[in-house]
């Protein structure tokens, strides 16, 4: 099984980089998703991230050998980017369903799954303290999120359903990121994406409408391009922390991608309140950021045994 490298510090750099920029792409993709449907978009995310990356690695001359390609495990290369696409059009479709934090509430339930298959299948284990951790974080998001699980419980219709979607997205991304784990035992984390991004630009060319994109205006352009650096960036990163830190780790940083989320809806509905609207957070909701950002800091840096 894969093995980290040990450099847990830029691990944990690359994943507050992911972090951040998933925080901040609901909000880019719900407005993006007023003008545009939702195959466009993620086609035109896979292809841009697949062609920098390809330019990139051509650059340097780091593009994957075909001999190292033929001892690559395709089973694993197949669930990874099969799981990768599954997660985007299921969280793509229930986020213009639902709302940027709901979604992001719900998407945790991918790395608390990667958390748990990290310790399953890479032989991770927590400390005592690290098991604390996992409690604080729990009781953190009840607080944080709880408005938001309130409307979940007794939503109806659509908001329901966009709920229901993103928690399958949720399952998909977890064998995608185990998966993606596993390879880097053969590929680069740079070669591993490079094949997913363009395994998964294929997957969803027959049902992209490029002509729409030459009718967008400057700022919607602005905003595609920018979901399509976010998703090169993002995930490159990520793929990269998993190389320096455990899965179980990784997937804890990750949980703090909701109040990113949050702070900047509040800051875009400030600067621009046509665009967005803003989350009500109430006393109770800040006391559970404060135990997020608690628990997910006492996993990360925890000695994983």
């Not at 991770?124 to 699980?149: A, D, K, N, P, S």
């Not at 185990?178 to 053969?186: D, G, V």
């Not at 967008?216 to 905003?223: A, E, I, P, Y």
């Amino acid at each position: 099984m894969h093995t980290t490298s040990g450099r847990w510090r830029l691990g944990l750099a690359l994943s507050l980089v992911t972090v951040f920029l998933w925080g901040i792409l609901p909000i880019a993709l719900v407005v993006t998703l007023k003008v545009l449907d939702v195959y466009t978009i993620i086609w035109f995310r896979f292809l841009v991230s697949f062609v920098l990356l390809a330019v990139y690695l051509g650059w340097q001359r780091k593009l994957p050998p075909l001999l190292r390609l033929r001892s690559t495990s395709w089973i694993l290369l197949v669930i990874a980017t099969l799981g990768l696409a599954a997660n985007y059009i299921f969280f793509t479709q229930g986020l213009a369903l639902t709302t940027p934090a709901n979604a992001e509430v719900i998407i945790q339930l991918a790395p608390l799954l990667m958390g748990f298959g990290g310790l399953f299948l890479f032989r991770e284990r927590y400390t005592l303290l690290q098991w604390i951790g996992v409690g604080i974080l729990i009781v953190g998001f009840t607080l944080f999120f709880h408005e938001q699980l309130k409307n979940l419980v007794t939503a109806h219709g659509q908001y329901l359903v966009g709920s229901g979607l993103i928690v399958f997205g949720a399952a998909t991304w977890t064998f995608y990121a185990l998966a993606q784990k596993q390879l880097l035992q053969s590929l680069s984390s740079f070669s591993i994406m490079l094949m997913i991004y363009g395994g998964c630009a294929l997957l969803f060319t027959p049902f992209a409408n490029p002509k729409a994109i030459f009718q967008l205006n400057f700022f919607h352009l602005g905003l595609l391009l920018f979901c399509g650096l976010n998703t090169l960036i993002a995930y490159g990163a990520f793929a990269e922390s998993l190389e320096h830190l455990e899965a179980s780790r990784v997937s804890a940083v990750s949980a703090l991608a909701p109040i990113v989320t949050l702070i900047s809806v509040w800051i875009v509905s400030v600067i621009m309140p046509t665009v967005i609207l803003p989350e009500n957070i109430s006393a109770l909701g800040i006391i559970g950021a404060v135990l997020v950002v608690t628990g997910s800091v006492t996993i990360a840096l925890g000695k994983t045994r």
